[in-house]
């Protein structure tokens, strides 16, 4: 599971322009990483272009997977990620970054025809979110109730594996119990032949 590309776009004229934008090209080799950063941005622009507001889609091309949500605000975010990364995390974070960048930039800081926008909190997302159990509180929670899942099937066990040790000495204590009341049965009929005088 792993993310490459978080963008907001601004989309509501074409072309669609890139505002801010963070990448992860650190898997690709040294060559090729800046063909791959530029089909990232120009097809996250496509993406983007073809998203409507208030829309929520995910595309697959190639071995990526193109997560989009667009505002009313006329911006897209954009996550692109493996096919293992889950929708939902994606969306999760798409919505809280989108937000982020709503609140920290107002809507005529971005309209102007080159507008540049910083937004370091992208990289800082980008860095985190690589486990997409960051991003989804469900299933951060999911995680957390299997751990405890297992530690509940192995305390089970030890406890079985008590009551059948314990069965065990029960049985030996029984055994024991009979056998000295055979001993003593046989002691009183030895001790009864002979009388002390």
Do not use: W
């Amino acid at each position: 599971m792993k993310l490459h590309y978080l963008g907001i776009i601004r989309n509501e004229e074409r072309p669609a322009v890139e505002l801010c934008a963070e990448k992860d090209l650190s898997s690709y080799s040294r060559f090729t990483r800046d063909n791959y950063g530029e089909f990232m941005t120009m097809f996250s622009k496509t993406v983007a272009e073809r998203t409507r507001p208030g829309q929520r889609q995910d595309v697959e091309e190639r071995s990526y997977t193109f997560h989009v949500y667009g505002r009313s605000e006329g911006i897209a975010g954009v996550i692109i990620s493996d096919h293992d990364y889950p929708a939902l995390a994606a969306h999760q974070l798409l919505s809280k970054i989108v937000d982020e960048f709503l609140a920290k930039n107002p809507r005529s800081s971005f309209t102007s025809p080159n507008a540049k926008i910083t937004f370091p909190e992208l990289k800082d997302y980008l860095v985190k979110y690589q486990d997409p159990q960051q991003a989804d509180s469900i299933m951060k929670i999911q995680r957390e109730l299997d751990d405890t899942k297992i530690v509940l099937h192995k305390t089970i066990e030890s406890v079985l594996e008590r009551g059948e040790k314990i069965d065990s000495l029960v049985q030996k204590s029984d055994g024991l119990s009979a056998q000295s009341k055979m001993f003593y049965t046989q002691a009183k009929k030895q001790n009864s032949c002979c009388v002390v005088m």
